[in-house]
């Protein structure tokens, strides 16, 4: 072990709790990490080598000190999750299906003045924990075929209309078969919502789970959090060593969001509603649903802000209190099913990615000396 990397095990592991804000997601072919300054994303190339890209990371706190409050904290993550997840997506499809020459590594990010990034950035279906929109080096994966910030932007559009539809608008159409009117049966019809929607987020990563690209993709989230494991135990980043941890992770994006489906039952139980519709008079049927459904999509960043602070904030502090375990066991359950044992090439990817993070982290505690 480094010199280094003994004293990040013992910032890291003094009092017992292991504690870091490196986070990362699965990739095609490979694994991005984020640290505090910086993001590298690692991809295997068709003919073998492994091709590095590296973006800094800048904090908004100074000018926008009110993002960083609870709750609002975690509502500014996600969505950073989000965008610089997609960036990181396509930075693997350029490389991970070309042999063309690869991009240049100084190409500047446009978002990376956005914010610092503060959450594990799992891939938003639980393809990884949670943070930019493509460089212009001009890549592209062949002739026929550019990868652009467009086609980036249409992705993440459609993939939010698609998480509407299937995780709000489709339970809520069946708990009003299955119950009734939304005032008719609160407390059922909400406990019948979230039942659904867990178990079609169950079934989509189950359904996703068999094709072999995404097995692939599982594999790198499984080397993630292997190498994530290793550096929080101040180990020296080996594949050997990494093989050694858990393919689970309590800071996972997937505990995350099980989290997140938990705190909206209760978010939505507690909610007056239905003094809302008895005030305004909302008739039965269609109108009374879409109000429904309006109102879960209008609470979705609260929601999101209380799972934040349950599951990186407080759980990702204290891992090894039981409260914590028992609270997120859905969640690291969860992972059995977005996770697979990775091979050697894979947790190599990971450790690239990871070096490049921890490199940063360690000129900019130069700096500060």
């Known amino acids: 072990m480094s010199e280094k990397q003994s004293d990040l095990k013992r910032a890291f592991s003094e009092d017992g709790a292991l504690k870091t804000h490196v986070g990362g997601q699965a990739l095609i072919e490979g694994v991005m990490m984020r640290g ?42 996600f969505v950073e999750s989000l965008v610089l997840g997609y960036k ?108 659904v929607r867990v178990a079609i987020f169950v079934f989509y990563i189950w359904l996703i789970g068999r094709m072999e690209d995404i097995k692939r993709m599982f594999g790198y989230h499984g080397a993630e959090h292997k190498t994530i494991h290793c550096f929080e135990h101040g180990l020296e980043l080996t594949p050997e060593n990494a093989r050694s941890f858990p393919r689970l992770h309590v800071r996972c ?32 049927g269609p109108i009374k649903l879409a109000l429904v459904i309006a109102v879960r999509i209008l609470l979705m960043p609260l929601i999101a802000g209380i ?5 990186v904030k407080w759980a990702g502090s204290h891992p090894d209190n039981p409260l914590v375990k028992v609270i997120l066991w859905p969640g690291m359950q969860m992972q059995r099913l977005t996770t697979r044992e990775p ?25 500060a000396v």
């Open 36 to 77: 505090k300054y910086n993001w590298a994303a690692a991809v295997r190339e068709p003919a073998g080598a492994i091709y590095v890209e590296e973006h800094d990371l800048a904090s908004g706190r100074s000018k926008n000190k009110w993002l960083y409050w609870p709750i609002v904290r975690g509502c500014r993550a």
């Open 253 to 284: 994006g997937t505990a995350f969001l099980i989290m997140v489906m938990i705190i909206a039952i209760l978010v939505y139980t507690v909610t007056p509603l239905n003094a809302l519709i008895e005030a305004w008079g909302v008739p039965d």
């Open 88 to 195: 990181a997506l396509e930075v693997a499809a350029l490389h991970a299906f070309s042999d063309s020459e690869p991009a240049k590594e100084d190409a500047k990010d446009p978002l990376t003045d956005a914010a610092e990034q503060a959450v594990p950035a799992e891939e938003a279906a639980a393809l990884s924990t949670v943070d930019f929109s493509g460089d212009d080096s001009g890549e592209k994966a062949d002739d026929s075929f550019e990868f652009g910030k467009k086609e980036m932007a249409f992705s993440m559009v459609l993939g939010l209309v698609l998480g509407v539809a299937l995780f709000i608008i489709a339970p809520a159409v069946i708990a009003n078969l299955l119950v009734g009117e939304y005032d008719s049966n609160t407390l059922a019809w909400n406990i019948v919502d979230g039942i």
């Open 307 to 311: 799972s934040y602070e349950i599951t």
């Open 343 to 367: 091979d050697d090439g894979q947790v190599e990817c990971a450790i690239e990615a990871m070096k490049k993070v921890i490199e940063r982290e360690d000129a900019e505690a130069a700096k």
